[in-house]
């Protein structure tokens, strides 16, 4: 089988479809797969510290003039900034802020927002090699929404089509103005795909109740998943504390620390500590009549791995939204650490099921009392006997969340999309 992917968000980019085709990627050709991916020649800063297996084969195409050139630009600057000692000069500051500016304007001039720029591109590279290789299907990540109009044109060569759709196109943080243009799209794309593959049975019924039970037979649900060679649980910690590390992003309408961080003031009284890795210096002021909380900032994913491998307890708020479920709580089970799960929406949350299921933690409600409650009792366990809060573990289960596991999973759901065609 051979596969043709669209993603703009690929290695050394950081975010999450990035990560989830650089693991996809790497496990799909240990089983034979054939990897072919359109991605941008976007510059990192920071290198990627993981190689990509030499089996994929990556065709890096200009992002497109603003993001191409805007990196040329931050390059320079940077390279300037170097040579002064490291300091960060008024005029790289401005030169960022310009950016950001910019950037916002046009984010709102194309559609869905300014990385379609590279839509021209990229689908000039991938006629070109449609046109002069044999490929069994054609995937688009998403989002952005430009590797779905990239990879609709799939059909003009006859070639089985696949989106990748870890959210839907319409999510209730879409822009007011142009809600009804993304549920159009998203209807579009759904009856031209050949095939869906989703990360969650809640997203699946939630674009059932949009489009209609006919469109159930296109989907297949592969979730998130964690890595087998995952270091963190290989490190140690290097204090006396019962230490809480959360690593993600808060946010004020659908991940808030506001209930947390109360049941943390009234905890004072425990030798505890909470670690937050992620950007959440907004969040700041909610933790500071705390003590011992430790705001790190950004780090990679990789350190973050690391991180959650010194933890005694890791936290996750879940999101309101509860098609939703943070890819994080899948790096949790690969850490082999106990996970207490805040749960903020009022319906299902598929992130409590997980951790119930699988054994892996603590399920608790977003309220203030509650969550102190149960993190007194987990503080007494672990003060007893730490690995008493991971015997409950099911590791049978917990495996079958592996990215080895869901790249099997993959591979036949697109056998079975290429075998419909045949």
């Known amino acids: 089988m051979k596969i043709l992917l669209i993603a703009y968000e690929f290695p050394p980019i950081l975010a999450a479809q990035a990560l989830r085709w650089f693991y996809l990627s790497n496990e799909l050709v240990k089983i034979g797969v054939e ?9 990192s800063e920071n290198t990627f510290p993981v190689e ?3 089996r994929i084969k990556l065709h890096r195409v200009w992002p497109g003039p ?21 300091k960060i000069s008024s005029k790289s500051s401005l030169a960022f802020s310009g950016y950001r500016m910019l950037r916002s304007i046009l984010d709102n001039i194309f559609y869905p927002d300014v990385r379609s720029e590279w839509y021209p591109f990229a689908l000039r590279k991938m006629k070109k090699l449609l046109k002069s290789r044999r490929f069994d299907a054609v995937v688009s990540s998403y989002e952005p929404g430009v590797d779905i109009f990239i990879g609709y044109h799939a059909h003009i ?11 839907p196109l319409l999510t209730p943080y879409s822009p007011r103005w142009r809600r009804g243009l993304d549920l159009r799209v998203e209807r579009k794309a759904i009856l031209t795909a050949k095939s869906i593959i989703v990360t969650a049975p809640s997203v699946l019924d939630l674009l059932k109740e949009r489009h209609g039970r006919d469109i159930t037979r296109k989907f297949s649900i592969v979730p998130q998943g964690f890595s087998d060679r995952q270091v963190a649980a290989q490190c140690l910690k290097n204090t006396s ?6 690593t993600g992003n808060f946010y004020k309408d659908f991940r808030n620390p506001c209930e947390l961080a109360k049941a943390l003031e009234m905890l ?6 909470f670690t937050i890795a992620g950007n959440n210096s907004e969040f700041e002021s909610y933790f500071k009549n705390i003590n011992r909380v430790n705001f790190l900032g950004q780090r990679s994913h990789f350190d973050c791995l690391n991180l959650q491998g010194t933890a005694d ?4 708020i879940g999101n309101v939204q509860n098609y939703q479920i943070p890819g994080k709580i899948y790096e949790y089970l690969g850490a082999r650490k106990p996970i207490l799960h805040i749960k903020t929406g009022t319906g299902s949350d598929i992130g409590a099921d997980l951790i119930q299921s699988t054994g892996a933690g603590f399920v608790v409600d977003n309220n203030a009392e509650d ?6 009792d987990i503080y007494r366990q672990w003060i007893n006997d730490p690995e008493e809060l991971i015997n409950n573990r099911k590791e049978e289960i917990i495996e079958t969340n592996s990215w080895s596991h869901r790249a099997k999973m993959y591979k036949e759901s697109l056998q079975k999309m290429i075998e419909e065609k045949s």
């Open 35 to 43: 990897v072919e991916v359109i991605c941008p020649n976007i510059y």
């Open 52 to 54: 990509m297996d030499e």
């Open 66 to 86: 603003f993001i191409g050139l805007s990196q040329e630009l931050g390059r320079r600057l940077r390279g300037k900034d170097k040579v002064s000692q490291g």
């Open 157 to 167: 060569f006859n070639i089985p089509w696949t989106i990748d759709m870890a959210d």
């Open 241 to 246: 504390s019962f230490d809480l590390i959360f």
């Open 268 to 273: 004072q009284d425990l030798n505890i500590s």
């Open 313 to 316: 307890l890791l936290v996750n």
């Open 371 to 376: 969550i102190q409650k149960i993190l007194r």
